[in-house]
T-cell receptor
């Protein structure tokens, strides 16, 4: 259980293109999903928290207009990198937390397989 | 400022060795500490620790938390080449936000 699917796995595109990454919880509902960014040999940096039915919460220094997040259903969140440039090249990972139950607020996050974005 | 520090940064051992990975933290409103293993793709969940002194064990891996001294260790006994990965420590604060350490890169040589 608790499978998170992320698509696509790898994207290579030209500078100026907008890229959409999907994150789906396959066998559970997630009102909250998380988007991370990871540079080579560095740890995961939380970019934003995606909330179903409401606006995402962005971490300090993350441009809201650059990284658009939509969480339209309990199983899907999308991250759109708008007008991507080479400096946006990175590994983007989403995660979701199983919610509900007695310990619903203290559940581990489960990660998708990540999307490697390369902007030429 | 909240921080999670892992040590060592990198470690090379031979198969059969035992390794201990460290994670220390300074996080307000601590809820839990998690260990993940990251190979080429996204991290896979290993342990979640919430109480001090209670060891969690899964096969050759075990972990324990010390909430007084603010650290956790991850032990791997009889290491195998398949244990080669980056091991991430994450501390949960508040309702659901997690802060990740920089990870320990473990390489196990045959």
């Amino acid at each position: 259980g608790a499978v998170v699917s992320q698509h696509p796995s790898w994207v290579i595109c030209k500078s100026g293109t907008s890229v959409k990454i999907e994150c789906r919880s396959l066998d559970f509902q997630a009102t909250t999903m998380f988007w991370y960014r990871q540079f080579p040999k560095q740890s995961l940096m939380l970019m934003a928290t995606s909330n179903e039915g409401s606006k995402a919460t962005y971490e300090q220094g993350v441009e809201k207009d650059k990284f658009l997040i939509n969480h339209a259903s309990l199983t899907l969140s999308t991250l759109t990198v708008t007008s991507a440039h080479p400096e946006d090249s990175s590994f983007y990972i989403c995660s979701a937390r199983v919610e509900g139950g007695l310990s619903g607020s203290n559940q581990p996050q489960h990660f998708g397989d990540g999307t490697r974005l390369s902007i030429l | 400022e909240d921080k999670v520090v892992q040590s060592p940064l990198s470690l090379v051992v031979h198969e059969g060795d035992t390794v201990t990975l460290n994670c220390s933290y300074e996080v307000t409103n601590f809820r839990s500490l998690l260990w993940y293993k990251q190979e080429k793709k996204a991290p896979t969940f290993l342990f979640m620790l919430t109480s001090s002194g209670i060891e969690k064990k899964s096969g050759r891996l075990s972990s324990i938390l010390d909430k007084k001294e603010l650290f956790s260790i991850l032990n791997i006994t009889a290491t195998q080449t398949g244990d080669s990965a980056v091991y991430l420590c994450a501390v949960g604060r508040g309702t659901y936000k997690y802060i990740f350490g920089t990870g320990t890169r473990l390489k196990v040589l045959a």
